[in-house]
């Protein structure tokens, strides 16, 4: 498990050594349920990184703290070594994310909603055209630009937000179980998709989810539940730490309740 | 040895693009959306036909300011009918808000990379322009009924929309944050929109009122909703009322500040109370 010494900061940190994304010794509660507790864990630029939890495990709490929605109290995010609270224009401006609920505007078109995205960013309506375009067309959907969002398809609407979420081009990529509702060959290709997107661009992927078949051996592997990082390393290094033969049975182990689980966190 | 980060900075034409987008944005709803533009535009038109029209005989008006002789009472009702559209748009926004909220398109919103306090004041302007069309089509309207009111007024209106726009806009966006469904906020809507359009001036002069009922003219005097109506009314004649611009642009800013504190990160509601479900 990769342990993250806690920076001494000012706002920023040097950008050569600085991954994706760290989260250091984070803890959120609401009232007096504790949802993170002293979670650390680290995105690597070029990687895909999967966030494995069951539901309730405090994945979305963790997401609404990286992409600002609330501020961590305790702790630091860092985006591109850019402190999410001290600095947090320049670390949403490096952030592309999919919610889990879905979050086009149906009344709109797929153009349309490209083209709010953009501005909300600061990219003029002309070169946010041209990058909605070239965005569409790398999803294979230049063709449904005009169409309104509310015609498409699951599969579809949810390409579509992935290619909202890197109309400004971002470092880092948040997807929090973006495949939930989708049939087994959406699913499929979206998460070719979004791989292909770490292989040419090499952005970073933090792709939360509970769907173990998701995962491949290349890989890392974060495995949250019940607000505690339980295992995070690479797919094999995370499978021996649990001495399992594969995530499933890793998976298993590590969020069960029985005597293993101690152990494990 | 390492490089240190470029400091990011927010360009002003950033920022410029940015608010544009939001009312781009939401002029794009409103015209996706035919039936509350209709609706907008029905509402205060029923109110001037049929209630003004059957009222003119029993309500008569004396000379106060800003009129400087006898007017028909659908003359008199028009500020405030002018200022209910702009009620109505506060909250129809705001309405969208919970309902952006409550699909999760706030999210959208408020990871973008500008200030918090921007975005709000932004959707904020966006509501307000909205307001303008609305306002106008009403005026247009108004007057092939014959309400016409001097040309320079249908200009000087303009900064006396803008200032009750926003008030009424941020008392809508301040109570956008505290409701988590479009139920409970709608019925609010019942119990705030007609209490402060009837206990205002805008459909009776506050002497009227002291006349029947002193306690009603106290809450009328403290119902923020009589300033915007009168500050709309001295406007539309081209006079400016320094009491009415006072009061509105304070609540304005009082509503705005606690509608920022409302929705920030760290000490906002959504932080206080929640749970994954409030970020939406």
């Known amino acids: 498990m990769t342990a993250l010494p806690m920076p001494e900061l000012p706002g920023s940190l040097p950008l050569g050594s600085a991954p994706a994304l760290t989260v250091n010794h984070v803890t959120h509660a609401f009232g007096a349920r504790k949802a993170l507790d002293d979670v650390s864990l680290s995105v690597p630029t070029g990687s895909f990184t999967a966030l494995l939890g069951p539901n309730g495990a405090g994945k979305t709490t963790l997401f609404s703290l990286i992409t600002r929605l609330y501020d961590n109290r305790t702790g630091r995010i860092d985006v ?48 946010g055209r041209r990058r909605a375009l070239e965005v569409l067309a790398q999803a294979g959907l230049a063709d449904r630009a005009g169409d309104k969002v509310r015609r498409l398809s699951g599969g579809q609407m949810r390409r579509v937000e992935i290619a909202r979420a890197l109309m400004h081009r971002p470092s880092l990529l948040l997807l929090d179980e973006p495949t939930v509702g989708l049939d087994i060959a959406s699913r499929a290709a979206l998460v070719a998709q979004v791989r292909a997107l770490v292989a040419q661009e ?30 995070e390393g690479a797919h094999d290094a995370v499978l021996a730490q649990a001495g399992a033969a594969d995530v499933s049975e890793a998976f298993l182990t590590l969020v069960g309740d029985g005597p293993d689980a101690g152990a494990a966190a | 040895m390492s490089e240190a980060p470029r400091p990011f900075r927010l360009s002003l034409a950033g920022y410029a693009i940015c608010m ?3 009312c781009w944005r939401e002029g794009l709803r409103f015209l996706n959306q035919r039936g509350r533009f209709l609706s907008a535009l029905v509402r205060p038109l029923v109110w001037l036909f049929i209630f ?16 400087d002789t006898y007017v028909l009472y659908e003359v008199y009702v028009t500020p405030g009918l002018v200022a209910m559209i702009q009620l109505f748009n506060g909250l129809q926004s705001s309405l969208s ?32 322009c909205v307001s303008l069309l609305q306002v106008y089509a009403f005026l247009a309207v108004a007057w092939f009924w014959e309400v016409e009111l001097p040309p320079i ?31 409970n906020f709608a019925s609010v809507m019942n119990f705030v929109i007609f209490p402060m359009f009837f206990a205002s001036s805008a ?3 506050l002497w009227r009122v002291q006349e029947s009922s002193l306690v009603l003219w106290w809450i009328c005097t403290f ?31 009082v509503f705005l500040a606690a509608s920022i504190l409302a929705y920030d990160p760290s000490a906002g509601v959504m932080a206080r109370r929640g749970g994954p479900e409030d970020a939406k």
């Open chain 1, 80 to 127: 591109l070594g850019h402190d999410v609270r001290r600095a947090p224009a320049a670390a949403l401006s490096k952030l592309g994310v999919v919610f889990q609920a879905r979050t086009l505007d149906l009344e709109l078109s797929v153009v349309q909603n490209l083209l709010y995205h953009a501005t909300l960013h600061g990219m003029g309506f002309a070169a």
């Open chain 1, 202 to 231: 090499g952005i970073g992927v933090l792709w939360a989810t509970h769907i173990i078949e998701e995962i491949t051996a290349t890989d890392r592997i974060v495995v949250l539940h019940r607000g505690r990082i339980r295992a």
């Open chain 2, 20 to 22: 544009a987008g939001i």
């Open chain 2, 52 to 67: 003004a029209a059957g009222f003119r005989s029993v309500l008569g008006v004396s000379i106060i300011p800003p009129y």
């Open chain 2, 97 to 128: 808000m919970v309902y952006d909220r409550e699909v999760g398109a706030m999210r959208i919103l408020l990871v973008s990379p500008y200030p918090r306090w921007f975005l709000l004041v932004s959707k904020l302007v966006a509501g307000i």
């Open chain 2, 153 to 183: 007024g249908y200009l000087a209106v303009v900064p006396a929309l803008l200032l009750s726009g926003l008030m009424l806009g941020a008392m809508g966006l301040l109570m956008s944050s505290v409701f988590r469904q479009m139920e």
């Open chain 2, 203 to 205: 459909l009776y002069p």
């Open chain 2, 223 to 253: 119902n923020p909703f009589t300033y915007a109506v009168e500050l709309i009314r001295f406007a539309l004649y081209g006079q400016f009322n320094p009491l009415a611009a006072l009061v509105v642009a304070g609540c304005a800013l």
